[in-house]
Structure formats: structure tokens, C-alpha cells
């Protein structure tokens, strides 16, 4: 929905109970809104029912803008964990999340409302404009063949020579593997693709979920995007 002075807008059921039973909010009460392409802007609530809302657009408070072009592949991991890496990545600044599943994965069961909820959640928590995309998921191989020949992806490879990760302003993305580690044949796959630069995050063996956090921010660094 654009948002702009005097437009008004219809909530979804959820954020009618968010707003109603979460946050306690009633009608006359100021609420901050973002559609990921028009900025922030201060709204009012007009009504409010167990399911539904209506608010009135009033001014706007920041305009959109750029983003880092960054996307996290990553191979899902348990719920807690997978949560915390979709959690973190938002606040990262990550535009795309990937889940993808490779010969070891942790799991192959992804839920996209469930994590898709956890990232909004996460971007109003950090007061970022935009949500990231979050991909269905996808095996491995079909990853990698079709893999976008504009940006460089960065596998984190422990136990490997592999050079440190160093911040990158072009589009790119940060590939990290699942707790048991990507598979000899994954490997060899990483290493003859074209686009794929193999990459050390330090001499420690980091849990996935640490790799996918640690990984974001030094792509981003030293402005932390
Ligand atoms: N089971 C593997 C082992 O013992 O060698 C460790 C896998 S690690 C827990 C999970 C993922 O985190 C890896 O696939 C890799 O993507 C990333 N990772 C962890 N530590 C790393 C490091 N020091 N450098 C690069 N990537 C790392």
C-alpha cells in the first residue's frame, strides 16, 4: 500500500491484535508505518476491532533509503537457531534470505510465515525500512546453477586455507553451511563454480549461527552497513 499524507490504510488481522492486544494501543493513538518503498510515516489509529484496523497516514518522518545489497544462503539449522539467524540478519541488514539444503542439513523444514513474522518483527525492532526477502528453499545444486553471474557469493569454509573475509560494497552474498559442515562433494562444487570466492571466518570452528551473524557484519564492515 503507497503511503502518503491523508491515505488510509486497513491493517491485517495480525496487526490488529498486535496493536489491540500486544501493544495495548486505541483509537486516537500514533503509530510508525513503512511499506519498504515510501519511508517511515507517523499514522493514526482510526478504529480498532479484535481483527481489523484502520489507520489515517499523517506526515512522513524519514524517506527510504539504500540498502546494502547483501543476501545470507544459509542451511537451516533447528528452529531456535534458524529463528536467531533470520532474527539477526535482519537486523544486519541482510536484503534476501536463502535457505538452502545441503547433503547434511540440519533439516529440510522451513516456515516461511513463521520466519517472514520474525523478520518483521525484527526490522520494526531495529527501525529498518525494508523486510527481507525470505526464498523458498532450495536444494544445493539447483543453488548454484542458478546462481546470478552480478554477484560474488562468499562460502565460509572452515578447516581451509581459504583467505579472511573482507567487506564487499558490490552486490554480494554470504554462504554458510549447516552444523555438520558442507560435504566433500559440496566443496568441490564451491570450488569450481565461477562466482563463488571460498572464505575463512578465523582459526575457530563458530557454530552456523555465529558463521551467518559474524559473516554479515564483516561484509558490512567497518561502517556495519
Ligand atoms: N562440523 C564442522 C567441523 O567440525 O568441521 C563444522 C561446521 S560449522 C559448525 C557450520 C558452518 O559454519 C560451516 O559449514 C561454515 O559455513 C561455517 N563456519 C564455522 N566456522 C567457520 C570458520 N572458522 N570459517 C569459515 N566458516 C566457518
Redesign the pocket.
Known sequence: MPLAAGAALAATPAQAHYLGTVMRRGPGATVLVFNGRDGEWEARLIALSRDAARLEVARQLRPQTEEPDLWLVF?PLKRDATDLVVQKATELGAAALLPVLTRRSNTARVNAGRLHAIAVEAAEQCERLTVPRIAPPQPFPAVLAAWPPSRTLF?????AA?PPLLPCRAPCAL????????APEELDELGRHALVKQ??????????E??AIVGLALLQAPGGG
Not at 562460502?155 to 578447516?159: I, L, N, P, T
Not at 572464505?199 to 552456523?208: F, K, Q, T, W
Open positions: 542451511a562460502a565460509a569454509v572452515e578447516r581459504a554462504l554458510t553451511g549447516p552444523e555438520g559442515g558442507f572464505v575463512s571466518l578465523g582459526p575457530r570452528i563458530l557454530r552456523a555465529t558463521a
